[in-house]
């Protein structure tokens, strides 16, 4: 039986001498008895693997959709947001740092509210959300209690939505199909370098990822977040467009402005032009949505066939819709929304 504390895990089997091989995501540990996988949430207690941080909600707010960022999933909806600590990438820019590396500072037991699905999904709809997103930290590595809470969500009339690394394994994408509706997946450079200085990861399995989200009938939507210097080089923008692009027109970017945080104070802002060229290579590979972040200006959803504002948005509020269910209101055109 596992501890107050542990939770039996999913996605991994037994190896030799105790230890057993997850395959949760794409590190793919192997854990010896007695140690934590790369995440430091996921333990071999014994021979079995186990969730350390399961129900331990360390974040919950009522957050707007677009905050995610899903520009083209429920807009205008809000959204119930949760995390518990733990993360399988090392960020030096990370922006919750507090609570994704968390157990990687703090090796002891795990901090949260202790908060049951059913928990999860009465708070959802007592404040009137459309969705449960699983964000702030790493999702996958609080797999086994967003499915628990997703699949209840579901049946509840919710939908359900990771704000994600991108890191996981096709098995878990596997798992992940029927009740993950939507995800923002993180695509955070083309150069593999900088994945495995930066991040500690590497950026195939992302990649991968983004083309099993949506071959599942997720909602994929993407997020790059440009730090001068390290990932904004225009021709390894116009690689990344390319590919998102090759994967569907209808894929969407959104191309975040950079500000110092964490480990990585020595660079500074994104300038808003690197932003702007952004956007422009992103349109020039094809890509019919390209949206910014973290600046004013972009945020708004326009027609690609007749150039009409569909959905007009102030930051991360929606205050204009031009919208026939996911139609375009002035030419009919069908667009890749999803509407309530």
């Known amino acids: 039986?596992?501890?107050?504390?542990?939770?039996?895990?999913?996605?991994?089997?037994?190896?030799?001498?105790?230890?057993?091989?997850?395959?949760?995501?794409a590190h793919r540990c192997h854990i010896a008895t007695g140690n934590r996988g790369v995440c430091r949430v996921r333990e071999n207690a014994g021979g079995r693997l186990v969730?350390?941080?399961?129900?331990?909600?360390?974040?919950?707010?009522?957050?707007?959709?677009?905050?995610k960022p899903l520009f083209h999933f429920l807009p205008g909806s809000k959204a119930y947001s949760i995390a518990t600590v733990g993360c399988n990438f090392q960020c030096g820019f990370c922006q919750n740092w507090q609570i994704s590396q968390w157990p990687r500072k703090e090796p002891g037991a795990m901090p949260g509210e202790p908060m049951t699905p059913e928990e999860v999904v009465a708070n959802a709809k007592g404040y009137g959300c459309g969705s449960v997103s699983y964000t702030y930290t790493e999702p996958t590595m609080f797999f086994e209690y967003a499915r628990d809470c997703g699949r209840l969500a579901k049946a509840e009339g919710l939908r359900n939505t990771f704000v994600t690394n991108g890191y996981a394994t096709a098995e878990a994408v596997e798992a992940m199909a029927g009740w993950l509706d939507a995800a923002n997946v993180d695509l955070k450079a083309w150069q593999d370098d900088f994945y495995r200085r930066i991040c500690k990861a590497r950026v195939e399995p992302v990649k991968e990822t983004?083309?099993?989200?949506?071959?599942?009938?997720?909602?994929?939507?993407?997020?790059?977040?440009?730090?001068?210097?390290?990932?904004?080089?225009?021709?390894?923008?116009k690689a990344l467009a390319g590919f998102l692009a090759g994967v569907s027109p209808d894929l969407v970017?959104?191309?975040?402005?950079?500000?110092?945080d964490y480990d990585m104070l020595d660079a500074p802002a994104t300038p808003i032009e690197t932003i702007r060229?952004?956007?422009?290579?992103?349109?020039?590979?094809?890509?019919?949505?390209?949206?910014?972040g973290n600046v004013s200006g972009w945020e708004d959803t326009v027609c690609?066939?007749?150039?009409?504002?569909?959905?007009?948005r102030a930051g991360f509020a929606v205050t204009r819709r031009n919208l026939r269910g996911a139609s375009c209101g002035e030419c009919g055109e069908r667009l890749p929304i999803i509407v309530e």
């Open 210 to 237: 983004i083309r099993r989200m949506r071959a599942a009938g997720i909602h994929v939507e993407v997020t790059t977040l440009l730090v001068p210097g390290r990932n904004d080089d225009p021709d390894d923008l």
């Open 304 to 312: 690609p066939a007749c150039g009409a504002t569909v959905i007009r």
């Open 277 to 292: 060229e952004a956007v422009a290579i992103g349109r020039a590979a094809g890509l019919r949505f390209v949206y910014a």
């Open 253 to 260: 970017w959104h191309v975040s402005r950079f500000h110092p």
């Open 1 to 25: 039986m596992a501890s107050a504390n542990e939770h039996e895990a999913a996605l991994w089997k037994e190896a030799a001498e105790g230890a057993v091989d997850c395959f949760l995501c």
């Open 51 to 67: 969730s350390l941080a399961y129900g331990r909600v360390v974040a919950q707010h009522v957050d707007p959709i677009e905050k």
